[in-house]
T-cell receptor, first 110, second 114 residues
Framework: AQRVTQPEKLLSVFKGAPVELKCNYS??????LFWYVQYSRQRLQLLLR??SRESIKGFTADLNKGETSFHLKKPFAQEEDSAMYYC????????????FGTGTRLKVLA | DVKVTQSSRYLVKRTGEKVFLECVQD?????MFWYRQDPGLGLRLIYF???????EKGDIPEGYSVSREKKERFSLILESASTNQTSMYLC?????????????FGPGTRLTVT
């Protein structure tokens, strides 16, 4: 079955500490993977996608097909990174549908 | 700048009422989506539409229907609201192409059914 798993509901780190939000997926083909973020009182928005291989707001994510993972990382967390993060998978290029994970709330403590 | 708007931010309805949630996008996107967002369950797709008058069931379509009469507007209908439909409802849109494009989300409608 196609599935996206985010094992942590809540992740708390101190400002300046490294952050890793875990995402594992179950899909036999070549999916497209995304991270979306929702800051407090803001709408859900795209943070990054694996095919662009960008670093956005200091975050990076590498698609590991062997481990079927797409973990989101940042070397030094900032308080403004506190938000809800969703990992999402699109099963086949062009199908337009996503499968979202259950989300991880990141709290960055001062 | 893509704009996806939803008709209400907060809505309170009684059990058994018919409820309409409206979503409008101004970027000429072909695809539109309705999701439920619940704590611990993430986003679950209710319905999506890839063209005017075209729709496809998502993962949790039971108790819901949709309507897309114009390209920019996608409505979610709760035929007879129930308390288990109390939730945050998110609308999104995306364009069509050879890759999976970014979905742009509305601000959400928090529906409470009493």
């Amino acid at each position: 079955a196609q599935r996206v798993t985010q094992p942590e509901k809540l992740l708390s780190v101190f400002k300046g500490a490294p952050v890793e939000l875990k995402c594992n997926y179950s899909y036999s083909g070549s999916p497209e993977l995304f991270w979306y973020v929702q800051y407090s009182r803001q709408r859900l928005q795209l943070l990054l996608r694996h095919i662009s291989r960008e670093s956005i707001k200091g975050f990076t994510a590498d698609l590991n097909k062997g481990e079927t993972s797409f973990h989101l990382k940042k070397p030094f967390a900032q308080e403004e990174d506190s938000a809800m993060y969703y990992c999402a998978l699109s099963p086949t290029s062009g199908t337009y549908k996503y499968i979202f994970g259950t989300g991880t709330r990141l709290k960055v403590l001062a | 700048d893509v704009k996806v708007t939803q008709s209400s931010r907060y809505l309170v309805k009684r059990t058994g009422e018919k409820v309409f949630l409206e979503c409008v996008q101004d970027m000429d996107h072909e695809n539109m989506f309705w999701y439920r967002q619940d704590p611990g369950l993430g986003l679950r797709l209710i319905y999506f539409s890839y063209d005017v008058k075209m729709k496809e069931k998502g993962d949790i379509p039971e108790g819901y229907s949709v309507s897309r009469e114009k390209k920019e507007r996608f409505s979610l209908i709760l035929e007879s609201a129930s308390t288990n439909q109390t939730s945050m409802y998110l609308c999104a849109s995306s364009q069509t192409g050879t890759t999976t494009y970014e979905q742009y989300f509305g601000p959400g409608t928090r529906l409470t059914v009493t």
